[in-house]
């Protein structure tokens, strides 16, 4: 049987970037032997399938697409329709290349599935140049105040911003001359990214001068694991930002050597939107003894399970932070640990997204995303629109997540830059470290000590009214330079007017 290319795509929420996963064939016996096989066909298929755009028939690119939804999409009602009746729809009124691309859209549009779409050639190319973790610009991280500022996050450690001294708190004014208030966030994104080796000049305003600062555009490294650290009480603390990097389960590893030391780890996937199941599949691996790590089916009911190699590299006390921006992947790991009894989940419910796509890359060089089979957790469980259940809950009002309660690398106030783990503010974090505690405490047959919520909550409440340190100028004056973090992160439900994109730009 042909294999088939398989993705899973994360959770779009603010942000439009979608992160594929693979997962095995059906019927597959080995693993690993059968994604190398996949990702080796993919190779062939593109290189096979990469002809002139000038010379790709427009009826036939929307016929192509036609036929892709009809063979392989994994609702056979069609989103309740006759499939056939887009066959032939658009036959006389095809004329020029973005007259397919509308009609594509259309008939996609039609099935009622977000995840299945039509993307042109530029991006389908961003979206493999995701795959592949490459991303081209200055290396900084945006984000648009609830006065529609575009405010510098964190520049990434040994980027071409980093490196010329661009700081968090700085907000743009201008690209390249033009004045950028007004724009959408990914508009400004877009202005500023380009191919290696190519200048952009950015506008600062910082202590309310302006500051040109010209930049030379350049390959940004990007990192699955942004923090590894041992926190206060011994307990290790790993964030895992995407599966998206082939290098991530490596990345993993070699985090949990430098956590070795500590007695439990808190495993932090919140506003994790997906990546490679591979990758999913694998860290699995590092902490379960055996039992199913996820299952598919496809349109014909035939159901696929990959089962844990039963070799764990970890084996302390785990707990894993999720909540609703943790997606996919995300979701597919998370649902592994607890339904195998490995790991307790804190925080709130997931996103809840369950079904598997297939990426083609269609003859002009654009592509298309399709929807070809369901996932199953480890329990035999389909979340598609319900998510994962924390077993511990830790939910945060509008107002505590406005005022910086929330994952230590988000402060929707713009005042707290730099922020690290340690500091205490973040609710669910420290609710995941005494949890990570009490499984130590079990193991040990000692009594647990309750975490007093709302007792902690007020302690927050009470730091933060007090006087907020200027970070920007302390790292100023310090010299140091920030650690980058997904800007990604800032597209949370619980932050209106908070908005972000991708933006290692």
């Known amino acids: 049987m042909k294999s088939i290319f398989r993705t899973l795509f994360g959770a779009a929420t603010a942000v439009s970037l979608l992160l594929p996963v693979v997962v095995q064939d059906v019927g597959a016996k080995d693993s690993a032997t059968n994604t190398i096989a996949l990702r080796n066909e993919m190779h062939h298929q593109l290189i096979a399938q990469a002809l002139p755009s000038s010379a790709v028939s427009p009826i036939y690119l929307y016929h192509r697409c036609w036929n892709i939804i009809n063979q392989q999409y994994f609702d056979k009602s069609y989103g309740g329709q006759d499939w056939s009746r887009w066959e032939h729809h658009y036959d006389t009124k095809i004329k020029t290349k973005d007259d397919a691309y509308k009609a594509i859209e259309s008939m996609l549009a039609s099935l009622g599935d977000p995840y299945t779409r039509f993307l042109n050639p530029e991006a389908f190319a961003d979206e493999t140049n995701s795959i592949k973790a490459h991303l081209f610009g200055v290396g900084i991280q945006l984000g648009m105040s609830e006065l529609k500022k575009i405010v510098v996050i964190a520049p990434i450690a040994g980027s071409p911003a980093s490196t010329a001294g661009v700081l968090p708190g700085d907000e743009i004014l201008e690209v390249d001359g033009e004045l950028i208030a007004g724009q959408p966030l990914d508009s400004v994104v877009k202005k500023i990214r380009g191919p290696i080796n190519t200048k952009v000049t950015l506008t600062m305003l910082r202590d309310g001068k302006r500051i040109p600062i010209p930049l030379t555009r350049a390959e940004i490294p990007v990192k699955a694991v942004t923090k590894t650290v041992i926190m206060p009480g011994n307990v290790g603390y790993i964030r895992l930002d995407s599966f998206i990097s082939a290098k991530a389960t490596e990345e993993l590893k070699d985090a949990l050597t430098k956590v070795e030391g500590a007695d439990s780890l808190v495993l932090d996937l919140r506003n994790n939107p997906g990546g490679l199941l591979d990758n999913a599949v694998q860290i699995a691996n590092l902490f379960l003894k055996g039992g199913v790590i996820v299952s598919t ?115 929707p106030t713009f005042k707290r830059f730099n922020r690290e783990p340690v500091d205490g503010y973040d609710i669910q974090l420290l609710a995941a470290i005494a949890e990570a505690q009490n499984e130590v405490r079990k193991a040990k047959g000692q009594p647990i000590q309750p975490f007093k919520d709302e007792e902690v909550r007020k302690q927050i409440l009470a730091k933060l009214g007090k006087p907020v340190i200027d970070t920007k100028k302390a790292a100023q004056a310090e010299g140091s330079k920030p650690t980058g973090h997904a800007a990604a992160d800032f597209a949370q439900p619980k932050a209106p007017g908070v908005s972000g994109v991708p933006a290692n730009r």
Do not use: C
Request: aromatic content about 6%; hydrophobic content about 35%; overall charge neutral.
């Open 297 to 411: 089916v496809d349109g014909n009911e035939s159901k696929a399970s990959t089962i844990s190699r039963g070799q764990p590299t970890f084996e302390k006390p785990i707990v894993t932070l999720i909540n609703g921006s943790s997606a996919s992947a995300s979701e597919i790991l998370a649902g592994a640990l607890k339904e195998n009894d490995r790991s307790v989940l804190v925080g709130t419910k997931s996103f809840g997204k369950g079904l598997v796509q297939a990426i083609q890359k269609l003859d002009d060089g654009s592509g298309m995303n399709y929807s070809i089979a369901k996932y199953l957790t480890a329990g035999g469980n389909y979340i598609h629109k319900k998510g994962i259940l924390p077993n511990i809950e830790v939910k945060l009002s509008d107002d505590e997540y406005k005022k910086g309660l929330g994952p230590w690398w988000i402060d």
